[in-house]
């Protein structure tokens, strides 16, 4: 028996519906968010250790905030809508107090997925400026459709890049609820458009990707000379406390901070022979003593990566 081609369509499409709805079992919710005070009104939540997945919500990155008497303000919104949701839900059980005041230290993934989530609530989100060309780029657009799919369902259709109300240039004092927010500008770093927050009465700095702890750091397309020069601006500061994009916070500033220095210096000695005499990538890499980071989290994910990222930048300088 022969069916009619339109009927064939409609059965195939139904069966392709089916399957996606009831085939597929949505992955466990099994993260958790539990806030940790760490100054007198400051409060921080770490990521995990690892690369983002749809087991792990994209939970790779920290944020943190601060509760005023004029509001909450919150550092960074997570990597997925629902980790927003859950960090709000947090924020609601310590404080009656609304967030009012979302800061984007830098326009990476993992740092603003959940900023639709703080937008809905009335947050006023700040960033620095040139996360405007990140935004309108064709690589945030085609990073949100993998994550889409490698986050699925947490990062979906429904998933928007969302633009800050305040765009900041260089430097920007927020109070609210008579506590001062000193917002600056840091980059181009490991990202161009880098945040600094320091807020002077808890002496608590959030760095940001600026700082890493407990994992070998993500450079991406950095300026790592840049980024060296940031690091020199944090210490000029002298936290009590710096709460990092990824892994704990730091009560030991000069020591914690010393850890990303060395890894950056480290890979712009190893490969700046090689880039400027325009000589193999890959012998300097084999070349490269890499004992002392090789047992960390993500040294397998990232280190590769990392140093042809560097060789090519130090060729561009």
Do not use: C
Request: no cysteine; glycine share 8%.
């Amino acid at each position: 028996m022969s069916y009619p081609k339109r009927l064939v369509g409609i059965l195939l499409g139904s069966l392709i519906f089916f399957s996606l709805a009831f085939g597929q079992s949505k992955p466990a919710d099994t993260v958790r968010i539990k806030p940790i005070q760490v100054a007198p009104h400051t409060y921080f939540v770490q990521g995990l250790p690892e690369m983002g997945s749809s087991t792990n919500q994209n939970f790779i990155s920290n944020a943190g905030f601060v509760v005023t008497p004029g509001g909450v303000v919150v550092v960074d919104a997570l990597g997925s809508p629902i980790l927003a949701q859950k960090l709000i839900a947090e924020i609601k059980k310590i404080t009656p107090q609304k967030v009012v005041a979302l800061i984007v230290s830098h326009y990476h993934a993992d740092h603003v997925y959940g900023l639709q989530e703080f937008k809905k609530i009335g947050a006023t989100i700040y960033a620095q400026g040139e996360g405007r060309n990140y935004l309108s780029s064709e690589t945030a657009k085609q990073r949100l459709i993998a994550s889409r799919i490698d986050f699925a369902p947490w990062v979906n259709a429904n998933t928007k890049l969302i633009s800050a109300d305040v765009w900041i240039d260089q430097k920007l004092k927020l109070t609210i609820g008579g506590i001062d927010f000193f917002i600056s500008r840091v980059g181009p770093a490991h990202a161009p458009e880098d945040l600094m927050v320091y807020v002077p009465s808890e002496k608590v700095l959030f760095a940001g990707d600026l700082v890493f702890r407990g994992r070998i750091p993500f450079v991406g397309n950095a300026d790592s000379k840049g980024w060296l020069t940031a690091l020199d601006e944090i210490e000029k500061l002298n936290p009590s406390l710096v709460i990092p994009g990824h892994g704990g916070y730091s009560v030991k500033p000069v020591e914690d901070i010393a850890f990303t220095r060395n890894y950056l210096k480290y890979l712009r000695e190893s490969m700046s022979k090689a880039a400027i005499n325009m000589d193999s990538f890959e012998d300097a890499y084999k070349q490269a003593d890499w004992s002392e980071y090789e047992g960390m989290p993500l040294f397998r994910a990232a280190n590769r990566m990392n140093a042809y990222n560097v060789y090519l930048s130090i060729q561009a300088e």
